[in-house]
């Protein structure tokens, strides 16, 4: 045994030549290289490397080594699939090898372990269902599989493990179960099976089946039903039953000490629940904060002319705090094998490589911490998160091989996966901020979340050092406090710039950067070289964050309906701005959509709008779609059409997707002076905007999100048939048709008004249709498609 001792180096192959060697023990050392095959020549019993560098796979003799009980290999960085001949191992009782990045199922083999006391694989990545024959292993009493890529559902035959004292299971994929039958597990003592898929009710009697419980997490479910009262009669049990869909709770308080219920009630509505425990932590009172700044576990004080709020309330497992109504915070989760972490927050000023104070304080928690900013009104923020890891070293010993890995949620959305804060910060003890801009809040709640989901070490350098770890939180808005948010008000902002930038207008779409025309036209090679490929995707981002704001930030909702190329002003640093609001339409927020007459440009409408008259902001969406294939390409999308078979860019476009070719859309001026990761995403993204369903185009935050590179795109899958081809085809023509019978009804000034933005190749196809007959549809089952029969 050779513990703890800062050891270096690789484990030598030539203890495989010491015969009466039972146990190698070298836990908490710096050793490197791989685990050595000649160790399979020894009679081992135990053969515990937790907490080195090891690196490689695992031989797969040493599934040889017919005496082993033990095999521990916990926080290395080992890999690869799990050895079948490990399953030749009869006598093995321990298991462990949490915190690497095995990958695989788990080998059929491993039935034969039928002696088997603990398995621990938390933190891995392996896959694959959850095996049924984990049922035969009824000697276990530790099961751990949180944080992996298994799939669910679990299966019955875990009844059968009736020794059971920690059953730990979380994320799972696949397909949802109710709850599972754990009722003869008389000595369970912790339950986590978070975030599983289970459905239905908890049983009334688990508070008098189980006993011995004292750690109950089922948070992140689909849970329904009543919550037991039965729970009530065990007095040391922590609880957290949040993000559920129950439809009542026991208790009407939000702080609750050791029972964490946030979001955990399915109703809105119901005025008896208190705000807390509803979805989405709605605000009790008027909405009125626009920022937000908390020192995370520690005192008040003021860091660039900021006041961060105090964050030193004592907080542990299943907890939850709330301040003044303005913000609250939520801890979930026990330290594993330590008990005596009571409050979940840390000092130290030894460790900084920095002089800001801000930093030598965190909030930290084992498996899942929440901010919510509350009651802050609707709008566009930034949300600046401050981290610095103050509990590790950066010598080269044993503590500095601890890995933090937690994942990072705002809004409901992953904006970081496995997150590692020595690492981004390059180093223990320095500050890092992440920024993350344009989160909108559109409630009146703002949730950051941070959540271990099982990977990371968990015992460098002591047992109970993993999980998320927050330095402070700066939440600003990006929009200005003392402008009005009036149509009024932005109407004169666009005349302001109309008046300010026409000249430049005008030159530019002389020159083809705008209003239809191949910006390849010769017109001077010199003006063209201001079109690179930056320029592009900073016009597109700036046309996104425009419609952003008009859908989701401003408080007037606003459809504008005739997005398109020579609606988009420039500035002189070819920043762009939204024009042309002749034909916008307010919508009201308890609307599901509008139901209007059709305005609007030929080649730019959405389906659904162009042939029913059916109108949301996923109409504004549509057409960005089509200025985005626009921009990238250099063409027009009514105007080009590379073969007579294809009525336009967009259809064009949906072929080359098809074919795996979606880069032959990028303009030929631009040479190889292009990224193709860009251009591919902006293309992806162009045609997810313009689905026939606008059920399945993006929300146009999120579509800011996804050109700033913060959310993945998912590539779209475009089919073309008759029947899309059809739809299309309808909808370019039905305006053209309608506009025959309904042109008559413009007025003079909106005649003259339109012409303006009518030139060049959209001359005659655009049209204003006001009507006294637009209605407003409060159905939400309209049908958003025509029948295609």
Same mark, same amino acid.
């Given at each position: 045994?050779?513990?703890?001792?800062?050891?270096?180096?690789?484990?030598?192959?030539?203890?495989?030549?010491?015969?009466?060697?039972?146990?190698?023990?070298?836990?908490?050392?710096?050793?490197?290289?791989?685990?050595?095959?000649?160790?399979?020549?020894?009679?081992?019993?135990?053969?515990?490397?937790?907490?080195?560098?090891?690196?490689?796979?695992?031989?797969?003799?040493?599934?040889?080594?017919?005496?082993?009980?033990?095999?521990?290999?916990?926080d290395n960085q080992l890999g690869g699939p799990l050895p079948e001949q490990l399953g030749n !191992?009869?006598? +093995?009782?321990?298991?462990?090898? @949490?915190? %690497? #990045?095995? *990958? =695989?199922?788990? &080998?059929? $083999?491993?039935?034969?372990?039928?002696?088997?006391?603990?398995?621990?694989?938390?933190?891995?990545?392996?896959?694959?269902?959850?095996?049924?024959?984990?049922g035969d292993w009824i000697k276990l009493e530790r099961l751990d599989m949180q944080g992996t890529f298994m799939e669910g559902p679990i299966p019955s035959t875990i009844s059968h493990l009736k020794k059971l004292i920690e059953l730990r299971i979380s994320d799972l994929n696949g397909s949802s179960i109710s709850f599972p039958d754990l009722w003869d597990m008389k000595n369970l003592e912790q339950l986590v099976l978070r975030n599983c898929c289970i459905t239905g009710s908890i049983p009334d009697?688990?508070?008098?089946? !189980?006993?011995? +419980?004292?750690?109950?997490?089922? @948070?992140? %479910? #689909?849970? *329904? =039903?009543?919550? &037991?009262? $039965?729970?009530?009669?065990?007095?040391?049990?922590?609880?957290?039953?949040?993000?559920?869909?129950?439809?009542?709770?026991?208790?009407?308080?939000?702080?609750?000490?050791?029972?964490?219920?946030?979001?955990?009630?399915?109703?809105?509505?119901?005025?008896?629940?208190?705000?807390?425990?509803?979805?989405?932590?709605?605000?009790?009172?008027?909405?009125?904060?626009?920022?937000?700044?908390?020192?995370?576990?520690?005192?008040?004080?003021?860091?660039?002319?900021?006041?961060?709020?105090?964050?030193s309330r004592k907080m542990g497992a299943s907890d939850f705090f709330f301040s003044a109504e303005r913000w609250g915070c939520s801890s979930t989760g026990v330290y594993m094998d330590d008990n005596s972490i009571d409050d979940y927050k840390v000092t130290n000023t030894s460790a900084l490589n920095t002089i800001n104070p801000l930093y030598t304080t965190a909030r930290l928690a084992p498996l899942s911490l929440k901010y919510y900013g509350l009651c802050l009104r609707k709008g566009s923020y930034t949300v600046q998160l401050h981290f610095a890891e103050i509990m590790y070293t950066e010598n080269q010993t044993f503590s500095s091989l601890g890995r933090r890995i937690f994942d990072i949620s705002i809004q409901g959305i992953v904006l970081e996966k496995d997150f590692n804060i020595v690492?981004?910060?390059?180093?223990?003890?320095?500050?890092?901020?992440?920024?993350?801009?344009?989160?909108i809040v559109d409630g009146s709640t703002l949730e950051i979340h941070l959540y271990w989901s099982g990977k990371g070490t968990t015992v460098i350098p002591k047992k109970g050092v993993y999980g998320p770890l927050i330095s402070a939180i700066t939440v600003t808005p990006n929009y200005d406090l003392h402008t009005g948010l009036s149509v009024g008000a932005i109407a004169g902002i666009v005349a302001a710039s109309c008046v300010a930038i026409v000249l430049i207008l005008a030159f530019l779409r002389m020159k083809g950067y705008l209003g239809g025309k191949d910006i390849t036209d010769k017109g001077g090679e010199e003006y063209l070289l201001k079109l690179n490929w930056p320029t592009r995707c900073k016009i597109c981002l700036g046309i996104a964050r425009g419609l952003a704001y008009l859908h989701e930030e401003s408080r007037l909702k606003i459809v504008h309906r005739d997005i398109k190329a020579t609606n988009v002003l420039l500035d002189k640093d070819l920043n762009a701005k939204i024009s042309?609001?002749?034909?916008?339409?307010?919508?009201?927020?308890?609307?599901?959509?509008?139901?209007?007459?059709?305005?609007?440009?030929?080649?730019?409408?959405?389906?659904?709008?162009?042939?029913?008259?059916?109108?949301?902001?996923?109409?504004?969406?549509?057409?960005?779609?089509?200025?985005?294939?626009?921009?990238?390409?250099?063409?027009?999308?009514?105007?080009?059409?590379?073969?007579?078979?294809?009525?336009?860019?967009?259809?064009?476009?949906?072929?080359?997707?098809?074919?795996?070719?979606?880069?032959?859309?990028?303009?030929?001026?631009?040479?190889?002076?292009?990224?193709?990761?860009?251009?591919?995403?902006?293309?992806?993204?162009?045609?997810?905007?313009t689905n026939l369903s606008p059920t399945l185009r993006p929300a146009m935050s999120a579509v800011v999100s996804m050109l700033e590179g913060q959310i993945p795109v998912q590539a779209p899958l475009v089919k073309r048939d008759s029947r899309n081809e059809d739809l299309r085809f309808k909808a370019f023509q039905k305006p053209s048709q309608d506009s025959q019978t309904h042109i008559s009804s413009l007025s003079q000034d909106s005649q003259i008004q339109r012409s303006i933005s009518m030139d060049g190749p959209w001359l005659n196809s655009s049209m204003s249709l006001h009507s006294k007959e637009d209605t407003r549809d409060h159905s939400s089952s309209s049908k958003l498609l025509p029948d295609l029969s």
């Open positions: 045994m050779l513990k703890r001792l800062n050891l270096s180096g690789v484990i030598p192959e030539e203890f495989g030549d010491l015969p009466f060697l039972k146990q190698i023990d070298l836990t908490g050392n710096y050793l490197n290289g791989s685990i050595p095959s000649s160790l399979a020549r020894l009679n081992l019993t135990i053969l515990s490397l937790l907490g080195n560098r090891l690196h490689g796979s695992i031989p797969k003799e040493i599934g040889d080594i017919a005496t082993l009980e033990e095999l521990v290999l916990q !191992l009869r006598n +093995l009782r321990r298991f462990v090898v @949490s915190g %690497n #990045s095995f *990958t =695989g199922m788990l &080998p059929k $083999t491993f039935a034969n372990l039928k002696n088997l006391e603990q398995f621990m694989i938390d933190g891995n990545d392996i896959s694959g269902k959850i095996p049924d024959f984990i009697d688990i508070g008098k089946t !189980l006993t011995s +419980l004292k750690v109950l997490d089922m @948070s992140f %479910n #689909s849970l *329904t =039903g009543v919550i &037991p009262e $039965t729970l009530n009669q065990l007095s040391r049990l922590k609880v957290d039953l949040s993000y559920n869909n129950f439809t009542w709770a026991p208790s009407p308080s939000c702080e609750q000490g050791t029972v964490n219920l946030i979001a955990s009630c399915s109703s809105s509505k119901d005025d008896s629940i208190p705000w807390c425990l509803k979805k989405d932590l709605p605000c009790s009172k008027k909405s009125q904060y626009h920022s937000l700044f908390i020192n995370c576990g520690g005192e008040t004080l003021i860091d660039d002319d900021k006041e961060y709020e105090e964050d690492k981004e910060a390059k180093g223990v003890g320095r500050n890092i901020t992440k920024d993350f801009k344009n989160v042309d609001f002749g034909l916008a339409k307010l919508d009201e927020e308890e609307n599901t959509h509008i139901s209007t007459r059709i305005a609007g440009t030929i080649g730019y409408m959405a389906p659904e709008y162009a042939m029913r008259g059916y109108l949301t902001d996923k109409a504004d969406v549509y057409s960005f779609g089509i200025v985005a294939l626009e921009i990238v390409s250099g063409k027009s999308n009514t105007n080009y059409r590379p073969k007579e078979e294809f009525v336009y860019l967009l259809d064009w476009a949906c072929v080359l997707q098809e074919q795996g070719n979606l880069l032959e859309l990028v303009d030929p001026s631009l040479g190889s002076k292009y990224s193709e990761e860009e251009a591919l995403r902006m293309l992806n993204l162009a045609l997810l905007c």
